[in-house]
T-cell receptor, first 109, second 117 residues
């Protein structure tokens, strides 16, 4: 069974700092990996999707990388802003989604 | 487009009561899913549907039933609620599912917070 782990569980950084969130998974037989954002009391919003044949994807200040062979992905957030405060979840897909438990990010003004 | 909507947003039940959660999507997606989210455990798939009239079990199906009578709606039922079913329930939908592999993102509803006393 696929297991997805995210470290750290919580992170607090000052505004403007660059930061990295980590995601690891146990089974490398995945189709793609996605990063989601979840705001308190809200559903999930997709941020980036990386196909298994890709190494990275970029969207604005966000960059996600994927190393399928080692079972790892990172989400890099540049020049963090208070509006980036949320929980970030990664999910790998095979025949269904397998979600990590998320990293709760707080960006302090 | 409203996307994915869920009804109700909040509900408190007593042990043994029943209820139905409604999910509706207006994106003409074939595939729909019900998840529960619990602290420290991430999202876990309860049931899913690959088209109108179909349903299938996910990772944690016990104590739940589902129906997909119309393409745009996916209902989740609790016949006899238990405190262990206290959770936040999310519905999602997606379009692409190729060769047994999910190839597209999922679109999530805002969630239903259920408390069973």
């Amino acid at each position: 069974k696929q297991e997805v782990t995210q470290i750290p569980a919580a992170l607090s950084v000052p505004e403007g700092e660059n930061l990295v969130l980590n995601c690891s998974f146990t089974d490398s037989a995945i189709y793609n990996l996605q990063w989601f954002r979840q705001d308190p009391g809200k559903g999930l919003t997709s941020l980036l999707l990386i196909q298994s044949s890709q190494r990275e994807q970029t969207s604005g200040r966000l960059n996600a990388s994927l190393d399928k062979s080692s079972g790892r992905s990172t989400l890099y957030i540049a020049a963090s802003q208070p509006g980036d405060s949320a929980t970030y979840l990664c999910a790998v897909t095979g025949n269904q989604f397998y979600f990590g438990t998320g990293t709760s990010l707080t960006v302090i003004p | 487009n409203a996307g994915v909507t869920q009804t109700p947003k909040f509900r408190v039940l007593k042990t043994g009561q029943s209820m139905t959660l409604l999910c509706a999507q207006d994106m003409n997606h074939e595939y729909m899913y019900w998840y529960r989210q619990d602290p420290g455990m991430g999202l876990r798939l309860i049931h899913y549907s690959v088209g109108e009239g179909t349903t299938a079990k996910g990772e944690v199906p016990d104590g739940y039933n589902v129906s997909r009578l119309k393409k745009q709606n996916f209902l989740l039922g609790l016949e006899s609620a238990a405190p262990s079913q206290t959770s936040v329930y999310f519905c999602a939908s997606s379009q692409l599912y190729t060769g047994g592999w999910l190839t597209d993102t999922q679109y999530f509803g805002p969630g239903t917070r259920l408390t069973v006393l």
